[in-house]
């Protein structure tokens, strides 16, 4: 009989972590089960050459026009919050990702690129290395967030939003109320992908969650204390949502953090000094009603997050083990 979770730590130990879930936790809704996530998911790639992206301000796009490839450079240091690709992310254990998507202004089509001020790969590409791990571990599921659009026209949606259809195809997990929503009840029907989508062409299709089922709140400071006393405000005010929810236990430079570490960038000035106090927090959580449900972290692969944050799920169980 499966007990709890197994504490693992990189490469594939976490690759089957939700089928190897106690039963009494895959029955529980899984909006109060601990699901590790990754910010800017996408972002363990991005593109010097191309343009600057439209999610960028005037001065940034004027910056980069002047100093050309060594702006850029820099703003790779700093748009860059991830190491691991897709299929290293979803080994590791890593089942939410937050994903923001942009046309390419000027390209003829509607190809649909990842996005965070430089443009990664093409979301195609993305989804498609979802998807082949998603074929090999058919008892695990994910939460795609698509929660930022760039320069997108009505038909650019239409393509991505069929694009994912075509992707997922019966994978896809239609809105359902979210207390019902489990492993077994997402085990029974073989769906395995959770698609929100912040935008009102959701409504255009049934397959699509809209991004009001998965708030996200963002604390948007440096201060790592201030970031600790604004999650746990959000978490105490999370069930007046009755859905999802994403703790983002990230912190967010300003510009004269970037400034003042423009060489060293995100991971090296303020992600790796700021982390053992973030995931003290972490350790300290308790899924469950009013508790945690996705926790998302830049750099997922600096510290041993993905396990810790599955390993709350055994606070759930019955007897509160911890193996």
Known sequence: MKVGVERGGGGGANADWMGALSPALTCMPLKYLAVPGSHDSFSFWVDVKAPVGPDQMALVKHLAQVFRLLAKKVMRKWSMTQNLTFPEQLEGGIRYFDLRVSSKPGEPGHEIYFIHGLFGHRVRDGLSDINSFLEAHPQEVVFLDFNHHYAMSAEHHRYLIALLQQVFGS?????????????????????????????PSAEECPLLWPGSRIPAPWA??????????????????????????????????????????????????????????????????????????????DFVDLVDFASTVIKLNNLLLPDRAVR
Not at 173 to 199: G, I
Not at 247 to 266: D, E, F, H, Y
Request: glycine share 4%; charged share 20%; hydrophobic share 40%.
């Open 171 to 199: 994978k896809l997990c239609k809105p359902h109320p979210v207390e019902d929503v489990t492993l077994d009840f997402l085990w029974e029907r073989k769906y395995q992908v959770l698609v929100f989508y912040h935008h």
């Open 220 to 297: 948007n400071t440096t201060d790592p204390s201030k970031l600790i006393q604004f999650l746990e405000t959000t978490l105490q005010e999370r069930a007046e949502h009755g859905a999802f929810h994403v703790s983002q236990a990230i912190l967010t430079p300003r510009v004269r953090t970037v400034a003042r570490g423009l060489v060293k960038g995100l991971r090296n000035h303020l992600v790796e000094r700021n982390l053992p106090t973030i995931m003290t927090w972490v350790e300290a959580q308790k899924p469950g009603v009013d508790g945690v449900n996705i926790i998302t972290s």
